[in-house]
């Protein structure tokens, strides 16, 4: 079935560095790739998004790219902050128009 | 401020019993779904709406029930609580695609209810 993978499933960064985190999914009709930022005790909430027809896109520190020859797409923060500590979840459209999220990476940046 | 709305926000039942939790919504959307989050498991889907006559269901729907009752409240509805089915759900909705039913747009989700089954 339809599948979306989501690695690390922990990653600790120091103040000031980047932070990646990458997804695969298997359906190969997916559109649509949202990234969603949960932080403790709070709703996820979008931070990001990117569709089939684009690369890359930008939004001031963070940054998703997608390759869909290859099926996957990326999550890239630079000069990380401690406020970017969150959970992190990628999600993919799949047929019928709902999403299937990652299992989630727990984002620790540390002063 | 428009937004998603749940009830209750947390819930403590036995197996057995029989749970019903509540979205509502002032945003307007047409589309609504239903989610539980386990540690480690990320976000599954349960059950989702496109309208108020179409119900579809997710991943795990087995054990639940949905109804939509108008655009604004969508139910979810568990017959007999088991403890594997302790989580946390959340309610989401989103606007209507732009170009059919396989387009996407952002899911705003609703705060959260924490169920617990003894």
């Known amino acids: 079935g339809e599948n979306v993978e989501q690695h690390p499933s922990t990653l600790s960064v120091q103040e000031g560095d980047s932070a990646v985190i990458k997804c695969t999914y298997s359906?190969?009709?997916?559109?649509?790739f949202p990234w969603y930022k949960q932080e403790l005790g709070k709703r996820p909430q979008l931070i990001i998004d990117i569709r089939s027809n684009v690369g890359e896109k930008k939004d001031q520190r963070i940054a998703v790219t997608l390759n869909k020859t290859a099926k996957h797409f990326s999550l890239h923060i630079t000069e990380t902050q401690p406020e970017d500590s969150a959970v992190y979840f990628c999600?993919?459209?799949?047929?019928?128009?709902?999403?299937?999220f990652g299992q989630g990476t727990e984002l620790s940046v540390k002063p | 401020d428009a937004d998603v709305t749940q009830t209750p926000r947390n819930r403590i039942t036995k197996t057995g019993k029989r749970i019903m939790l509540e979205c509502s919504q002032t945003?307007?959307?047409?589309?609504m779904y239903w989610y539980r989050q386990d540690p480690g498991l990320g976000l599954r889907l349960i059950y989702y709406?496109?309208?108020?006559?179409?119900?579809n269901k997710g991943e795990i729907s087995d054990g639940y029930s949905v109804s939509r009752q108008a655009q604004a409240k969508f139910s979810l509805s568990l017959e007999s609580a088991i403890p594997n089915q302790t989580a946390l759900y959340f309610c989401?909705?989103?606007?209507?695609?732009?170009?059919?039913?396989?387009?996407?747009?952002?899911?705003?989700f609703g705060p959260g209810t924490r169920l617990t089954v003894l």
């Open positions: 709406s496109f309208d108020v006559k179409d119900i």
């Open positions: 359906d190969s009709a997916s559109n649509y």
């Open positions: 945003k307007g959307h047409d589309r």
């Open positions: 989401a909705t989103s606007d209507f695609g732009t170009s059919g039913r396989n387009s996407y747009n952002e899911q705003f």
């Open positions: 999600a993919a459209s799949s047929q019928g128009g709902k999403l299937i």
